[in-house]
């Protein structure tokens, strides 16, 4: 028996986020839910507040919109190369993607909010094996297994954070769930005559999920601030359907699919899938404006997690630790000059390991990597009294490594390249003319 890696490349808007066999389970890979500031510190994101310019929407934790100080308008997105290796075998996969698009605005000094539309997980896979007879155990020859996926899930969600007290935050986002995972198989008879087999099981995702988040402030001396962060979901059934198909074909001379004949079709609507309970903890130590250290643990319950055939997947509770450090030299705000462009650039640096939902074979798989990342400043501009507007492209590139070549498993090594661009303003103003 051989056993065949294929990794393709996906399109827009569809961890890590590379091309994966174990997206076969669950939801799929679930994607870094952090802006590309976030990622750049480990994707941290519970206890960060967005309260320095410029003002990046923190949709981990809703409770952190109370801090914008100026409308901000946030896109993301990244490219990814890895490499899957067997003990025996090694193919590489790439992929890329649109991560987000955001929009957050302060409308009060105590409430903020923030809409838009992100992935959340991602399925794109192809394993081929190939098992071997003698002529006489079976006239079809060898039979090919390939196991293929596809598609993944979005969010579109609109948030509030309020602040019922000077130093706490409240938040909520209220998201539509949707999208579609394809699992598929094929039985292929390459040395006959024989039609081949495919099947399609596909689950249609539709329906309504909650997160939330709070946030306390410490202020100290004014010039240093510690924030704790929390943010939890509750399990919540998110409307799905689900159908299976399976089509007797013959392959073109191109590759294609040449359908006969429909053997089998069932269709269920109506149901769900089961999200688990998650929760995150967190803290962030600013340092006089320059400095900022923090780190969060993570954990996902996903042995709750079920489908909408009413099966678990076979899920295990996942948990991580994510650490990160921002260091912003100084400065003048409107200051001129190729060397001190390099003071106003913020860096970052960070990591995280954990154990992800997949146990295979007994094995629960680990997962951890590094992170740094750049906040590439674009020009100031005033808007009145002391207050600017600035805008940011922010850069962040991780390496990380998921799994193990021991026990017939898989490695996968992966580095991802993320772009964003912040682009602050004023809106919302009622202007007084004399």
Not at 232 to 247: D, I, N, Q, Y
Not at 250 to 276: K, N, Q, Y
């Amino acid at each position: 028996m051989s056993l065949l890696l294929v990794g393709q490349a996906q399109g827009l808007l569809a961890q890590p986020v590379t091309n994966s066999p174990y997206a076969r389970f669950g939801i799929g890979n679930q994607v870094a839910g952090a802006n590309v500031r976030s990622t750049g510190l480990g994707n941290m994101g519970v206890a960060i507040r967005e309260d320095s310019i410029p003002f990046v929407v923190n949709f981990i934790n809703p409770a952190s919109y109370t801090s914008l100080g100026f409308t901000s308008f946030d896109v993301g997105a990244y490219a990814s190369v890895g490499t899957l290796r067997s003990a025996t075998q090694q193919e590489n996969v790439n992929r890329f993607n649109l991560s987000y698009l955001t929009l957050g605005f302060p409308i009060t000094k105590w409430w903020g909010g923030a809409f838009g539309i992100r992935e959340y997980s991602s399925t794109k896979y192809s394993v081929t094996d190939i098992k071997q007879y003698a002529n006489s155990d079976t006239s079809s020859g060898d039979i090919r297994y390939k196991f293929e996926g596809e598609g993944g899930l979005n969010q579109a969600f609109i948030g509030i954070g309020l602040k019922p007290f000077k130093n706490l935050s409240l938040g909520i986002n209220v998201s539509y769930m949707f999208g579609k995972l394809n699992h598929l198989q094929r039985v292929e008879f390459p040395a006959s005559g024989l039609l081949h087999v495919r099947t399609d099981n596909v689950t249609d995702v539709s329906g309504i999920y909650l997160d939330y988040g709070l946030q306390y402030t410490a202020r100290i001396n004014g010039r240093h601030a510690l924030v704790a962060g929390g943010t939890f979901a509750h399990p919540m059934k998110v409307g799905a359907s689900s159908s299976r198909m399976a089509r007797t074909y013959m392959l073109t001379t191109v590759g294609t699919d040449a359908f006969r004949d429909t053997v089998m079709l069932e269709e269920s609507s109506g149901g769900s899938i089961t999200m688990p309970w998650k929760y995150g903890l967190g803290l962030t130590w600013k340092i006089g404006g320059r400095w900022m250290f923090g780190a969060e643990f993570n954990q996902q319950l996903w042995s709750q997690y079920v489908n909408a055939k009413g099966t678990s997947d076979s899920l295990s509770d996942s948990w991580g630790l994510r650490a990160g450090a921002e260091f912003k030299p100084g400065g003048e705000l409107l200051g001129r000059g190729f060397f001190n462009y390099f003071k106003r650039i913020q860096y970052r640096l960070g990591g995280f390991y954990g154990m992800s939902e997949y146990t295979i074979r007994g094995q629960q798989l680990s997962e951890y990597g590094m992170t740094i990342g750049f906040g590439l400043p674009m020009a100031r501009r005033k808007a009145g009294n002391d207050l600017f507007i600035q805008s940011m492209v922010n850069l962040s590139v991780e390496w990380g490594q998921r799994g193990t070549i021991t026990n017939n498993l898989l490695l996968e090594d992966y580095w991802v390249f993320r772009l964003g661009f912040t682009l602050n303003d004023r809106w919302f103003i009622k202007r007084k003319y004399d």
